[in-house]
């Protein structure tokens, strides 16, 4: 797949365009929240060390709550839209999400058995760990169903995820209609809508040892994915093991999915419709269309958040945000688009 001198100019001055939108993005969201931080205070609290102000209330607003939770939104957008991005490329799908292979259906279910395990035995950890747990068996599940199924394996998969995914809202359903309506079932709902009021150093440090690594992976790999996207017989006559490189694929998304859906929820609409502006941005190559999309997802989130903390006294859960946003903005594209980026 060329690309010429020009094109490559050209991607490379988006890129960098749009790492300093989320860079903006990011700045700004430091100013935004409940309580109230001056500019000058702000600079103070980036430029000292944490123990100069440990005492004020600034200091525990903005190290404590504040700054990981903009971290956490930024990394769980660039995951979640690097794994759509993924998906629609190997599957040649324009319309697969990360959840197609049941991955957030199942990290729903671990959830809820995790809070109300955790509600008896008070082990509020096995919430976001049953959550990655079960979400990791959805996908072998999946893939499992696919394995030994006949028929084009590509479509096997979809359709396996579609299985696996309706099954684990099933037994999601079976938990919420016997939960404790007082207690359990309203955490349960409030965890599937998503937010990122969990956030703290803790969950920042294991979402960047379990989720950068999967990022950096899939950017160096992004040559290879333009090859699988050519369909199994071309990318196979071009020296790619399609089986084992698939496998592999599907294990770095559903890790990355799984880390990000456990700690944050389910944030729809972002894996689905971020790539396509990757597209309409950089073009069809999946080197400029991954780390771009990162980027996109990531200020997409943060800016999502921004608004979920800010509109209202309440936080409003980001799902919400994200549908109200993404589905309009998706039907833009495919009015507008044509479908352009995938020609």
Not at 143 to 160: E, F, N, R, T
Not at 198 to 220: D, E, F, M, Q, T
Not at 305 to 314: E, K, P, Q, V, Y
Not at 326 to 332: L, N, V
Request: a positive charge; glycine letters at 12%; charged letters at 10%.
């Amino acid at each position: 797949m060329p690309i010429n001198s020009s094109a490559n100019r050209r991607n490379a001055i988006r890129m960098v365009l749009a790492g300093l939108a989320v860079l903006g993005i990011f700045c700004l969201s430091m100013f935004i929240g409940r309580y109230h931080i001056e500019a000058g205070r702000l600079v103070q609290l980036l430029t000292t060390a944490p123990d100069a102000w440990l005492d004020h209330p600034d200091t525990s607003v903005f190290y404590y709550i504040r700054l990981p939770r903009i971290i956490m939104a930024g990394i769980v957008g660039a995951g979640l839209s690097a794994a759509g991005a993924l998906f629609q490329g190997m599957f040649r799908n324009p319309l697969v999400s990360p959840d197609i292979l049941g991955v957030s259906s199942g990290c729903c279910l671990g959830a809820a058995l995790g809070i109300i395990i955790s509600g008896q035995v008070g082990m509020a950890y096995l919430v976001p760990l049953l959550a990655f747990i079960v979400g990791i068996i959805a996908m072998f599940l999946a893939y499992g169903i696919a394995k030994i199924s006949p028929g084009d394996q590509v479509v096997m998969l979809i359709l396996a995820g579609i299985v696996v995914g309706g099954f684990f809202e099933a037994a999601l359903s079976f938990i919420k209609y016997t939960a404790d309506p007082y207690e359990d079932l309203p955490a349960i709902v409030f965890w599937i809508m998503g937010g990122f009021f969990r956030a703290n150093w803790s969950v920042v440090l294991n979402l960047l040892i379990g989720v950068l690594p999967c990022l950096l992976l899939l950017h160096l790999l992004a040559w290879k994915i333009n090859i699988l996207s050519l369909g199994d017989e071309e990318a196979g006559s071009l020296g790619i093991n399609v089986k084992v490189f698939r496998f592999l694929l599907l294990c770095l998304a559903t890790f990355m999915v799984a880390g990000c859906v456990s700690v944050s929820g389910t944030i729809g609409w972002v894996g689905l419709v971020v790539p396509h502006i990757a597209r309409l941005l950089s073009g069809a190559d999946h080197r400029y269309v991954m780390p771009m999309s990162m980027l996109v997802g990531a200020g997409f989130v943060m800016l999502m958040d921004n608004l979920a903390r800010g509109l209202t006294s309440a936080e409003i859960p980001i799902s919400i945000l994200t549908a109200a946003v993404g589905t309009p903005f998706f039907a833009y594209l495919l009015i507008k688009g044509r479908g352009q980026a995938w020609k």
